[in-house]
């Protein structure tokens, strides 16, 4: 055989080989896209149907056009759909983190949610009701079973103590008398009735607890709490869902106002009540000064301070030591970069712990050892409690800046420094006139994101100081290191009185506040990338 045959077969064969492989590596990435797409449609069709069952149409839409769209992407062919498959995961949790938690946020801040208005009208109805009730004095225990009719609603079967009459009623029919019943009412078998298991009845043990069958003729309910005993209750109100209103047993009528609560005629409010729509008032209350202004003014005046000051106070440090290890003549300079870079490398809120151990008054190691037993308090006096703060958000701080200041100053040309040292120019001259603009280009965006990192810094102030020492005339909790986020967090978990709707209005300040500082030092880094080149 000639040498050109033998050639020729060999490539045949290696064609015929890499087809091979090829269609083996497709069919392989076949599979494990359908194994990973189908894993998406089972967790997205469960979503739709929790979103269904609780009838939370927003979320239910968006998981059916997502997933269509999904499917859409990776299973048409044309290469013209290829940018999507990498963008749709990203854009996917983009809009499920990001777009979605700011619209939510956004809608809360105009609405009353909080304490006491949590909830719909209809569930606000119920709780008022069941919080009137009072058990009848006197009336009998009744053993009893939870049965569902075939018309799906909840029945009880019940037998009084004591006594031979047994019942069978829902919310509708009321008590009715049964007859030729023994034994215990769970094992009665009622035509046009199914008795439900103790795990059945676990399922629906909120629809139980709601459950009340009258008991004709006394104007009392049946209500059982354990699906095992009931009593009579009274109710002390009763709702009229035709004139919408709220009547106790004297006669006073309560009807729905604009706040979410069921109101007399002589102001006394009913409580719980529920969430609705209260426009602007939140926002109104935040710079109202009985309400909010006073606190928020000073909390937003010290958090702007606090980012500031952490980001200049940073950067700085960071930039000298930076500059004193940036010399190749220094001996043992890659172990002193590894030791100053060791604050960033430990947990945060770790460090934050430590620090607050530290500079306890009464027994922390600095006023212990450093300062030979004196009690100072770094964290109870509103002075020396922010200067702690900062003190210690620079410990955490410096060797960030440190890294990006080290990388930022090798990249400048040294050919620049001896253009500079040839005019005459002194180590100053060059620092303010080459070193800083040429390091501000390169590190501006990362000290805008510093500046919005620290604006919303919750883990050092919470974790060092609790936002304290907290100012004991504001009912709001707030303290001489609270910033803008640890107020919200106080607001909304802390003040007694759990108020989101207001929490959520302070969000949304506090994202305006942060996009628009950081839009216009944005604007200024862009001028000073253009003054550099």
């Known amino acids: 055989m000639s040498s050109r045959k033998v050639n020729e077969t060999e490539a045949r064969d290696g064609r015929t080989a890499h087809s091979r492989l090829g269609r083996s590596g497709s069919t392989r990435g076949f599979v494990i896209k359908l194994v990973l797409m189908a894993a998406v449609n089972a967790f997205g069709l469960y979503g739709i149907l929790a979103s269904w069952a609780v009838a939370n149409w927003g979320i239910l839409a968006f998981l059916v056009i997502a997933l269509i769209l999904a499917n859409l992407v990776y299973f048409l062919p044309g290469k013209r759909l290829v940018p999507f498959k990498y963008l749709a995961p990203g854009l996917t949790f983009l809009i499920v983190f990001q777009v979605f938690v700011i619209l939510f946020t956004a809608g809360t801040a105009f609405t009353n949610y909080g304490d006491g208005h949590n909830s719909s009208k209809e569930a606000a109805v119920r709780a008022i009701v069941a919080n009137s009730e009072t058990r009848v004095d006197g009336s009998s225990d009744y053993r009893i079973a939870v049965f569902q009719a075939d018309d799906g609603s909840l029945a ?39 008795a439900l298991s103790s795990s059945e009845v676990l399922a629906v043990q909120e629809d139980v607890a709601q459950l009340r069958v009258p008991v004709p003729g006394s104007g009392a309910s049946l209500r059982t709490n354990d699906g095992y005993w009931a009593y009579e209750y009274m109710p002390g109100l009763t709702y009229k869902s035709s004139q919408d209103a709220m009547t106790a047993e004297n006669g006073t009528e309560y009807r729905p106002d604009d706040g979410g609560n069921f109101v007399s005629a ?17 926002f109104a209350a935040i710079f109202d000064p009985k309400i909010l202004g006073g606190p928020f003014v000073a909390v937003t005046l010290w958090t702007f301070a606090f980012a500031i000051l952490s980001v200049l106070l940073t950067f700085f440090a960071g930039l000298f030591l930076a500059l004193l290890f940036n010399k190749p003549s220094m001996k043992g300079r890659g172990i002193y970069r590894a030791l100053l870079f060791l604050p960033y490398a430990f947990p945060v809120f770790l460090s934050v712990l430590v620090w607050a151990g530290l500079l306890n008054r009464d027994f922390g190691f600095i006023n212990e050892v450093l300062f030979g037993g004196a009690q100072i308090p770094w964290l109870t006096d509103p002075v020396l409690a922010k200067v702690s703060v900062l003190l210690v958000n620079l410990w955490l701080g410096f060797p960030y800046m440190f890294l990006i200041c080290m990388g930022a100053l090798q990249s400048i040309p040294s050919d620049l420094y001896e253009s500079a040292r040839l005019d005459g120019a002194g180590p100053w001259n060059s620092f303010r006139r080459i070193t800083l603009p040429l390091l501000l280009v390169a590190v501006g965006p990362l000290l805008i994101a510093s500046f919005a990192m620290n604006f919303n810094n919750f883990n050092v102030i919470y974790l060092l100081t609790n936002g304290g020492p907290r100012d004991l005339d504001s009912a709001t909790g707030v303290g001489a290191t609270d910033i803008l986020i640890t107020f919200v967090y106080k607001i909304a978990f802390e003040s007694g009185a759990s108020q989101y709707g207001l929490a959520s209005a302070i969000s949304i300040l506090i994202f305006i506040m942060v996009a628009v500082v950081s839009l216009l030092t944005f604007r200024r880094s862009k001028a000073l990338e253009d003054i550099s080149s």
Do not use: H
């Open 156 to 194: 009880l079967a019940a037998q009084q103590q004591g006594s031979p009459l047994k019942f069978i009623g829902t919310e509708r029919s009321g008590l009715q008398v049964l007859a030729d019943m023994t034994g215990d009412p769970g094992s009665w078998q009622i035509p046009g009735y199914t």
């Open 266 to 282: 002589d102001g006394q409010r009913l409580t719980p009540g529920w969430q609705v729509n209260v426009g602007f008032s939140n």
